[in-house]
């Protein structure tokens, strides 16, 4: 059952074939497009400890760590009623093969994930209320929390996340499930196979593009707005975030940045919030 996917979201400098294969090979998968490459070990569990909290959906939402079930919204696959469950298609599916769908050999390439994996019998308005629908959002915040706390909701609900960063990893040492899903850095001084640089808002755009495309259900979290913003402009910054938001809505994806609104002017922060809609930080 601790089966492990390695994703490997593979460049190549002197081609333009942004086409993605899929290559499944003993419950790995590689996923290959023309943008970058990440290479990455990630455990999907079960969740089974800890005063018996519910075990994770069978679509791979971790069910012990989501705001909706915390807040007592939504009773969660494992106490709900069982014909909710059974009105599920991946549910049905994941039971019939004994897996989870994360686990399954046919994760990436399975039509029943792709059709329902955006909806859940079990969402109503309350839960619906509780996460963030498709689209761009912006956080005001001088840290991470607040902008950590929305991408790993999103992850708990089962979403594939990408993490985009500026500062270092070490951010992350209080974040565990966040600091196992790929991560991008921005940063020009060591070139590696996972970085971008910063200047070059074309292939950024392209690297999130590409994995909003790809994922069956994709939430990207880019940290380091205020550095692109310094590189780039705020003009060109502003088209990123409208193209960006754009393509949130054409995949059904999310995006979340976060800016310390002290260090831009007030018409540059304008500019940003026109593109994105504002979340509070608690």
Request: one cysteine or more.
């Amino acid at each position: 059952m601790h089966s492990a996917i390695v994703w490997s979201l593979c460049t190549s400098l002197n081609s333009y074939t942004h086409g993605i294969s899929i290559l499944i090979d003993a419950g790995y998968f590689i996923i290959s497009s023309g943008l970058f490459s990440i290479a990455l070990m990630i455990g999907l569990k079960l969740s089974l400890s800890n005063q018996n909290p519910p075990p994770d959906a069978r679509c791979g939402a971790v069910c012990s760590r989501c705001s909706s079930f915390l807040k007592q919204h939504c009773p969660s696959c494992a106490y709900g009623p069982e014909a909710v469950r059974l009105s599920c298609p991946l549910y049905v599916c994941a039971e019939k093969k004994e897996t989870l769908c994360t686990e399954c050999p046919e994760f990436f390439q399975c039509p029943i994930y792709r059709a329902h994996k955006k909806t859940c019998p079990f969402e109503n308005a309350t839960v619906l209320a509780d996460t963030l629908p498709a689209g761009g959002y912006l956080i005001h915040e001088q840290t991470l929390d607040a902008s950590l706390t929305a991408f790993s909701d999103r992850i708990a609900r089962g979403d594939m996340a990408l993490l985009i960063l500026r500062q270092s990893p070490d951010i992350l040492s209080e974040w565990p499930y966040v600091e196992k899903i790929p991560i991008l850095y921005l940063q020009q001084t060591i070139p590696q196979d996972n970085s971008l640089d910063p200047t070059n808002l074309a292939k950024l755009h392209l690297s999130i593009q590409e994995f909003f495309k790809t994922a069956p259900r994709p939430t990207v979290l880019l940290e380091g707005l205020e550095y692109l913003t310094v590189h780039n402009g705020i003009d060109r910054i502003a088209k990123f975030l409208h193209s960006i938001t754009t393509c949130t809505k054409e995949c059904s994806s999310r995006f979340i940045t976060l800016i310390d609104p002290r260090v831009l002017h007030q018409d540059e922060l304008n500019l940003i919030e026109a593109e994105l809609e504002i979340i509070q930080s608690q």
